[in-house]
């Protein structure tokens, strides 16, 4: 089954706004055993949305659009389908009704503009949106099937949830296909592979493995196919054991994904609490703690310390500490994570302080330059890094993932 | 001038990341003139490379891919290209020197698949990359020019900023391609529509017009081509000055384009500062007020306060109030806000409170639910929304920005 997902519309192409939609699609599509051969960005140009869909659904099964659906000039998503399916459009009175009824309520005239959105193309469907104005529209011709939805991501993804991915469990009986996630840090890539190229020239035809660098991990992604659901399963724990004695101790997890979760869960095991002290990170790692459901069991909560004034007077960090070393210094990460604790009353604590830039900080250090303080009423440790080729966001958003690494790694040292 | 961005690897086709490396670089090639016609996500298949090197060559200028440079087995863009341009990979002395440089800096050994990072596609040439082991490798053949970027996204901004934009600006001649956004607030999409549909009719050939709906705001995007960068601008500021009676009060910016900034430059022109409290957004407010550089000048900081204990004891939200109304209420939303600017001293402060869901609050308040308190000294203002269908990530974002926009408006009322 080739399925093809295009995002429609202009503010893709010029860098304006990242897709986000499809890695979305494409999350659910998996879990339902659907793999997306390709993914397309275009114009929203009529011709462009025209020529593509003659060209794509030559060679797939299933084409899910998203984008271009509004009302406005600059959509163009319907017409472009009627012109390739060669027909025309037709008033759907179900939408209409509830368009009128929706516009009623909120106390607004149906404009022209607004009814156009109940014109759907002969022979589709329309997929009811109770969230926007335009429906999704569904659309069966040769045994093809082509789906467009909102480009609004909170519309797509309920549109997505409620109604693609029950009628496509419905039309066709699918595979599955499953993955399984392990995380490994300070194993080089190329190490990593030489170590498990024996393992991996004996792997079952069903399953494969990919290699994910990040800084200073990798994460290694099985992913096995079939129609047994269970048999998979039971094949992808096998080769996670063959793995693990492989791995050795720079294993960091045989399950899930991102730090702020297997530190969450470590945590949550341990009974453990937690705070943070956030300077150039800006409250990105008490985010990436609260980004994960049932974070309130061990994450108390975080003093965004942003200007001087808020570590002295809220943290605690003492005049004398910032005169003698400067905000961004070993001392001041280690005061402001003994000063969270403290006030927050939570068992480990988490500080940053550096240089986000693009600006030297006022102390004159320089762009990249951060210490990271973490530890527990008995010991806090510190690590510094120099990051001058980061921009400003990926800079907070590595010096966040390092912070929860290290409280990671300090958990598994000093409680287990 | 056709430019094709191509990303190649499974983890973007089965949504485990989002393809963050496509806008970026449509972005900085949209500032110096080089439009993007078509992004593509595809496979790292050996075949499914070569395929679409073949049938993308045709029709594109320019063609850049990111991914599969790394040294493992998954990684297949090098071989593929070779395939493609049917030559074979030969040892580049300059990238083995560096890289041998750069393991004995290390102090690791330099293993097969490191050594075979400096193997390039006869002809080609290696684009240096300080940061990373493989280089980026820049193909020209037939009058088009092939590209072939990192996957790791710090490796291929580095990359496209050192190496690729300098050497495309001294290749191509480039026409100027400008971007104005429009922010505009309570404007239903299809009313704004109509209300421009005369001002549109008559935009010159060279300036077009996009309409970008967020939930309770619409942004305009106007863009201009041509040769003369200075003549577009003036273009375009007059279009903007003809927009700005037609948009009347409901027009919140003509410059700038996220509500960070916007408030940004609003409490910096007035000399305000803003601190936050934050529950069930966890730190958001603040990382959005902190990703805007220059944040330090207005905003102090914030008190995530997850836990109750830390509504109470940090933030000395009354133990009654709590009580009373439940920690999702009105009022516990005022006296946080009325909290953190009294510990922050600041002008300014906001507060949420609310569950994020999937599970239901402790005290039983429904998933979605949540109160925004924003003002001063004087007055503290509050108001509650209700978005049961968005998933948790997306209700922190929308309600961040909500709580931004809240201030912005306050400022707007009570300071100008």
Known sequence: MKVRLITIGDEILIGQIVDTNSAYIAQHLNKIGLEVDEILSIKDDFQTIVETFERISK??????????????KDDKTKHALCEFLQTELVMDEAVLNFLEERYQKLNRPLNELNRNQALLPKGSIALPNPLGTAPGIWTEFDGKLIINLQGVPFEMKNLLKTEVIPRLQQK?????????????????????AITLNDWEDHLPNNISVAYLPERSKVKLRLTGKGENKEQIKAQLEQEVQKLIPLLGERLDSTTKDSIAVIL???LRELKLTISTAESCTGGEIASMLTSVSGSSEYFYGSVVSYAT???KNVLNVSEKTIETHTVVSEEVAKEMAEGVRN???TELSVSTTGV????????????????VAFGNQ????????????LEREDFIAQVARLALQNVFEFVKEHYS
Chains 1, 2 share one sequence.
């Open 59 to 72: 060679e797939s099964d299933i084409i899910i659009t998203t984008g271009g659906l509004g009302p406005t």
């Open 172 to 192: 066709f009986s699918l595979p599955f296909v499953i993955h399984r996630f392990l995380s490994v840090s300070h194993f080089p890539e190329s190490e990593l």
């Open 264 to 266: 969450g869960d470590l």
């Open 309 to 311: 004034e808020v570590k």
């Open 343 to 345: 006030l927050l009353k």
């Open 356 to 371: 986000a830039g693009p600006a030297k900080g006022e102390d004159g250090k320089e762009v990249g330059t951060v210490w």
């Open 378 to 389: 008995e010991i806090v440790q510190t690590k510094s890094y120099f990051f001058p080729y």
